[in-house]
Every structure is written in structure tokens, then in C-alpha cells.
């Protein structure tokens, strides 16, 4: 040890010693900066305004991996080891800071909020990731410049950092940067501006802030030769699909939709009773087929369409097996009975705050304190759980919040299933949900099969599929349809970057006539 503070005062000297007129000012503007995290927050602010959505969950998980290792380094770490600060004698006046810090030396906060976020970041979107890196990396190094720290106590800092983003993973899985497998490319109708494709756009789907540009306006402008037909609030959404498809049917084209997961699932039905392509356009506020397909912005789908390029996917169907009259129930995301469905509006409500395994574990907790299980039968056995659900293939991670499918086309349902049957059920589920062990809980089940048998679900209140309740019968068998639908999808990611400031520079050109237009890149990347 003796060796290593050594060689940590002899590095700090050279460095103080250092006469760099590049770093100057720079490095000492950046470390100001830096200063109780104010450059990240703006940096995250900047991203989650002007960037799409990866760099809104980029700036999401940098901002908590930031807080989680600030959290360590000021309350644990910084009191463990009590290390006093360098002596900036050596040290120009002019780099100094107006105000020395008196806290532990060991290890430096600002290294380790830096590395913390630009993981975080890098974690979600490694082309984002990369733009902040050399800035983390700057503040870093600054910190050591400054006089304020020795390098063992910035690496300290760096190393911290880095473990509080990668520990967010446990609680919040992060979405691949490349969409769900399907090597099934399928041949789809290329539509030169939309020529042949009729829209139908959910005007009320999607909750937030109302763009300059609405989804139908963007549309328009992307693809002129397309017919868009606009869904209110008093308008039957299966009858404006069903008259949709059968002009695109005409056309030769295809069936396109804008709006959230049970407006996708509801077009997805009439596609396949249709034989038609499906262009889907994210305009909901979760998009979860969307973003699995790989179409997370609305340009995606119209370069797919204007190029021809699709994928076969597999849709799953509920089917009524108890006499009663009844039509099969198509789903392209989830089906859920019991608490499931609550659990999920709950927990999405509170995942942007917390995270996703926190926002599961609260929402599990609250659903629980009030609800009952189910007496129901699964392919024949008698079971009592609290909820049960059904994924179209298999959802990852293995836990208790399902995020997002590896591939569309696996010809699997994915059941989970928790139990209320093991002694202290309640107490040992909740405390699964919190420590992210649910996978290995005697109170939770996943399997993955291709056909599963429901029955006795007459007293079950709540049953959903892809966001939307529903009334089932009694009885039903859950399976699927092996790619039955085509989608059309971009055959490489697109650079969501340009993306975003293509659709900025069409929202400026409209509410500016005389900026010089931009036009949409449906064509190339």
C-alpha cells in the first residue's frame, strides 16, 4: 500500500506540474460543470427533449445510475475511507476551485456520477453512449487537474460508477439495441410513397406532451400517396379496419395503423383475416409489438414500405371451447386474467420513476393487499392463482417483469403463473419482486408451451389481452397461428438520430413556411 500512495502522490505531482494548453480552460470549466450532477441532468434533459425514444430511456437509466451511485459514494463510501485531500500548493491558482472541497478524498464523486451515467447511457444506445463518454472522461480527468483528487480516487470513482449502472440491469433490464429475430423475410408489396396502403390512425391513442406535428400530419408528409383515415372517439375502430383492408385488398397494398398495442392488435386480426401486409406505426404510449418488431419510430415503417421489406410473425389466438357461440380472440402481445391486468396498469404508471423491477414490485404489492386468487382449472388441474399470463413467444428477462421478445416466430406461449398456494405466499412474493430473485421463487412459474387449456373462469372478473379488457368465456384454449402475419420492417436499423431531426426540421417547416424544407428519407438511409 505503501508503494501504491507512493506512486498515487508522484502521478498527482506531474499532473500538477503539467502545463497543457488544450486542457486549459476546458478541464476546469468541465469540473464546475459537473457540480452536483447539474451537466448530467442537463445533458439527460437535452436528450429526452430532442432524441427519440432510446435516448429517452438512455437519459432515464444515466439519471438512475447516477442517483444509485451517488447514493454509495456520499453515504458509504466517502465515510468508510477517510482520505485526506491532496495539497494544492503545486497546483496553478488558476486551475484551483474557489471552494476545496472537505470531504473524504477516496473516492471522487464526480467520477464516479460521470462514469455512472455515460454507462447508463451506453447501456441503452452505445452511439449515444459514445458521444457522452468523452465527456465523462473529461470531468474525470479534470478532477485530478483541479487539485482536488489523486488518480486512485478518480479510477475509484470510475470503477463505482460503472458497477451502479451494470447493478441496474438486475431491477431494469435494458431493450436490445437490435429489434426481436425473425429470419423469416417474407415477400411484401414495396408502395412507392405509400401508393396502395391505407392508414387507419388512432387519433386518441398515446398519452404525454401533443407534438407540433401529429402522427397523421407526419404521415402525410412521409408518405403522400398513402390514404389515411383518422379514428375518433365515436368511430368503430373494427369497422374502419375491416372497410380499410378491403380497399387495400383492391389496391393490391396493404393495411397500415397508428396507435397503441390494442389498436395494433385489432388491425393485426383484420390483416390476417385479409391476407394483407401490416404496417404498423407506433403512436401509442408504450408500443410494445412496435418496438419488438423493430419499427420504433414512425419513419421505420414508411422506409419499410416504400422498400418492401417485411417479416413473418407469429400470432396468438384465444378460442372459446365451452359451446357458446364465439369467434377466436387474436392477440399479438400478452393475454392476462386475474390481477395481471391491474398489476401492469399500476406498474407501468410507476416504472419511469422507478425503474421496472421496483415499479413490478410496488404494483404487486398493491394489487395483493386487496385482491384474491382464482379458483381455476390449467389443461385440466385445479390451481388457485392470484394471476396468469400468456405472452405471445417467449418474454425476457426470466423474472417477474416481462420486457421485451428475443424473436417473434418461436411458436411458443410464454405462461407465467403465480401461485397462491405456498405458506407465506404474499410476504415471499413481494420480497422475490424487490430482490429480483422472482425467477427462482416456489411461488412463481414460467413455462413455455404451444398450447395451454383454460377452464372454470367464471368467476374470474378482469381478463385482457394487449391492453384491452374483454369479457372470455368460461372456457378456452390459448395457441398459435406460425407466421400468420407479415409486418413490414426496415431490413437494417435506421439511425434514429436523423430520425428525430428530420421530423424536427418538419415541424420547424411548418411553422415557418419560408425555412427551407427537409425532405423525408424514405428512400435510403
Known amino acids: 500500500m505503501g508503494y501504491l500512495a507512493e506512486l ?4 498527482f505531482a506531474r499532473v500538477a506540474a503539467g502545463r497543457l494548453r488544450a486542457a486549459h480552460p476546458v478541464l476546469p470549466r468541465l469540473s464546475r460543470a459537473a457540480d452536483h450532477g447539474l451537466l448530467w441532468f442537463g445533458t439527460a434533459a437535452v436528450l429526452a427533449t430532442v432524441g427519440g425514444r432510446t435516448a429517452r430511456r438512455a437519459a432515464l437509466r444515466g439519471v438512475g445510475s447516477l442517483a444509485a451511485a451517488s447514493l454509495v459514494t456520499n453515504t458509504v463510501a466517502k465515510w468508510t475511507v477517510d482520505r485526506r485531500r491532496p495539497l494544492v500548493d503545486a497546483v496553478p491558482l488558476i486551475r484551483r476551485p474557489v471552494r476545496q472541497p472537505v470531504s473524504s478524498s477516496f473516492p471522487s464523486g464526480h467520477s464516479a456520477s460521470a462514469a455512472a451515467f455515460a454507462a447508463g447511457v451506453a447501456l441503452e444506445s452505445t452511439r449515444y453512449g459514445a458521444v457522452v463518454a468523452p465527456v465523462a472522461a473529461g470531468v474525470a480527468a479534470s478532477r485530478v487537474y483541479v487539485g482536488v483528487h489523486y488518480p486512485s480516487d478518480v479510477l475509484a470513482g470510475i470503477v463505482l460508477g460503472v458497477g451502479a449502472a451494470a447493478l441496474t440491469r438486475r431491477w431494469w433490464p435494458p431493450r436490445p439495441q437490435v429489434p426481436a429475430q425473425a429470419p423469416r423475410h417474407v415477400s411484401a408489396p414495396a408502395l412507392p410513397e405509400g401508393r396502395g396502403l391505407v392508414i387507419v390512425v388512432n387519433s386518441t391513442a398515446g398519452t404525454g406532451p401533443v407534438p407540433v ?13 398513402a ?22 385488398a383492391e389496391a393490391g397494398g396493404a393495411l397500415g395503423v397508428c396507435g397503441g398495442d390494442g389498436s395494433v392488435n385489432a388491425a393485426a386480426a383484420v390483416a390476417a383475416e385479409h ?3 401490416l404496417a404498423v406505426f407506433p403512436g401509442g404510449t408504450l ?22 421489406e417485411a417479416i413473418a410473425v407469429d400470432l396468438a389466438r384465444a378460442t372459446p371451447t365451452d359451446g357458446r357461440p364465439g369467434r377466436p380472440i387474436p392477440f399479438v402481445n400478452t393475454f392476462g386474467i386475474g390481477l395481471y391486468p391491474e398489476l401492469v396498469h399500476i406498474r407501468e404508471g410507476l416504472e419511469k420513476r422507478l425503474g421496472k423491477w421496483p415499479a413490478a414490485a410496488v404494483a404487486l404489492a398493491r394489487v395483493l393487499r386487496e385482491g384474491e386468487p382464482m379458483s381455476i382449472e390449467i389443461n385440466g388441474r385445479p390451481h388457485r392463482p392470484w394471476l396468469l399470463f400468456v405472452g405471445n413467444g417467449r418474454y425476457a428477462p426470466e423474472g417477474f417483469a416481462p420486457a421485451y421478445r428475443p424473436r ?13 398456494e405456498p405458506r407465506l405466499a404474499r410476504t415471499r412474493l413481494v420480497l422475490a419482486a424487490l430482490t429480483g430473485t422472482l425467477g427462482r421463487s416456489h411461488v412463481y412459474t414460467s413455462v413455455q408451451v404451444r398450447r395451454l387449456r ?42 434514429e438520430v436523423l430520425q428525430t431531426a428530420r421530423a424536427a426540421a418538419e415541424a420547424a417547416r411548418r411553422l415557418r ?13
Do not use: M
Not at 378482469?462 to 395457441?479: M, T, Y
Open 8 to 11: 498515487d502522490r508522484r502521478l
Open 213 to 225: 406535428l401529429s402522427p397523421a400530419e407526419r404521415l402525410r408528409a412521409l408518405l403522400p400517396g
Open 227 to 248: 390514404e389515411t383515415v383518422e379514428y375518433g372517439p365515436d368511430d368503430d375502430l373494427g369497422a374502419l379496419l375491416g372497410q380499410a383492408a378491403r380497399r387495400a
Open 275 to 277: 391476407r394483407l401486409p
Open 287 to 308: 408500443n410494445h409489438f412496435a418496438l419488438d418488431v423493430g419499427v420504433p419510430d414512425i419513419e421505420d415503417t414508411a422506409y419499410a414500405v416504400t422498400q418492401g
Open 408 to 420: 417473434l416466430d418461436d411458436g411458443l406461449l410464454d405462461v407465467r403463473v403465480v401461485d397462491s
Open 454 to 495: 383454460l377452464s372454470g373462469l367464471h368467476d374470474v372478473d378482469v381478463r385482457a389481452h394487449d391492453g384491452e379488457v374483454f369479457r372470455a368465456p368460461d372456457a378456452l384454449v390459448i395457441d398459435k397461428l406460425p407466421a400468420a402475419l407479415t409486418v413490414y420492417r426496415p431490413a437494417a436499423v435506421r439511425n
Open 513 to 525: 413556411p419560408d425555412v427551407t424544407p427537409v425532405p423525408p428519407d424514405v428512400t435510403g438511409s
